[in-house]
């Protein structure tokens, strides 16, 4: 049962950084990112070929974050750019063609050239025995992994001038313009933020088990169900309910099988959005 737990969290850790990127994107510009899971594969495919070509695979898998995080910033300052000329729902709905059009070109450049490149990591130990608890490494190694990732971020947010300023575009864009802010070179360092984040998902996906090409529009779907039940303005509310999501994922696998973690995932947003359409912690951010 304690085991079931932990791994439940962890997981819900690697949700939590899915879906916090959707939603630094989406609260600060307005735009949903149909391409999120497709950046997390890329990075498992990227370190993969660099492993492949003889690089150690801390390197790598470090190469392969980054090289996500620059997809991420040239995707903001190239396609999304005529989606940040338009207001309100004319924004969103030319975002989510956009990004759904670039997720398309992605899975389909990387089936067609890289078609069996697939991320598997591998410790040296596979489990420790923690205060009588057999834990496996890797579940420590990804919550390290995520709660670091979650620091860092809650640190530039809250510390930092620059995290003070993407703070107040989520808040009020037109208010954030008129007080000066640059509110194009917040977006573009959100997105590569957003970017990265979903790289160590990948990453993380990596360690559990493996990552390849066609896992991108499963990554997608996972970021949106945990950024609709924590809502999609709400970073502390997407993150809990990342955790949340991960443990019914990890119950559900054990208990009942995995054929129906996708349907009580699924359920979960669907009562949310019946219950609760503004998400868990809709107004605390």
């Known amino acids: 049962m304690i085991a079931v737990l932990i791994d439940g969290m962890v997981q819900g850790l690697q949700l939590g950084l899915l879906g916090v990127g959707i939603t630094l994107v989406y ?3 307005g735009v ?22 003889g690089l150690h695979p801390a390197p790598a898998a ?10 991420g910033v040239v995707m903001d300052r190239t396609l999304l750019r005529p989606a940040y000329r338009r207001r309100g729902e004319e924004r969103l709905l030319l975002a989510l063609i956009l990004t759904l059009g670039f997720a398309f070109v992605v899975d389909g450049f990387l089936a067609y050239r890289y078609p069996s490149v697939a991320l598997t990591l591998r410790l040296p130990a596979p489990a420790v025995v923690l205060a009588g ?3 496996r490494t890797v579940s420590l190694a990804v919550a390290g992994l ?10 530039f947010l809250r510390s930092t001038l620059l995290g003070s300023a993407v703070r107040s575009i989520m808040q009020n864009e037109t208010g954030a313009v008129l007080c000066g802010i640059d509110v194009d070179r917040a977006r573009t360092i959100v997105v590569g933020l957003s970017a990265l984040l ?20 499963e990554f997608t779907v996972l970021a949106l169900i945990v950024a609709v039940v924590g809502g999609v303005r709400s970073l ?29 995932l699924l359920l979960a947003a669907l009562l ?3 219950v609760r359409p503004e998400g868990l912690l809709a107004y605390w951010t």
């Open 272 to 274: 949310t959005l019946l």
């Open 27 to 29: 609260g600060l510009g």
């Open 198 to 217: 979903a790289g160590l998902a990948g990453l993380a996906q990596g360690l559990f088990s493996h990552v390849g090409p066609e896992m991108g529009p």
């Open 32 to 53: 949903l990112n149909l391409a999120h899971g497709q950046l997390a594969v890329t990075t498992g495919v990227a370190a993969a070929l660099l492993i492949g070509a």
């Open 146 to 155: 995520g709660l670091a990732a979650f620091v860092l971020l809650g640190l």
């Open 62 to 71: 470090m190469l392969g974050v980054l090289g996500a995080g620059l997809l």
């Open 236 to 264: 502390t509310g997407t993150f809990v309910a990342g955790l949340l999501l991960g443990l019914v994922n990890a119950f559900s696998s054990f208990y009942v099988g995995t054929y129906l973690t996708w349907i009580l």
């Open 133 to 135: 608890v057999r834990i």
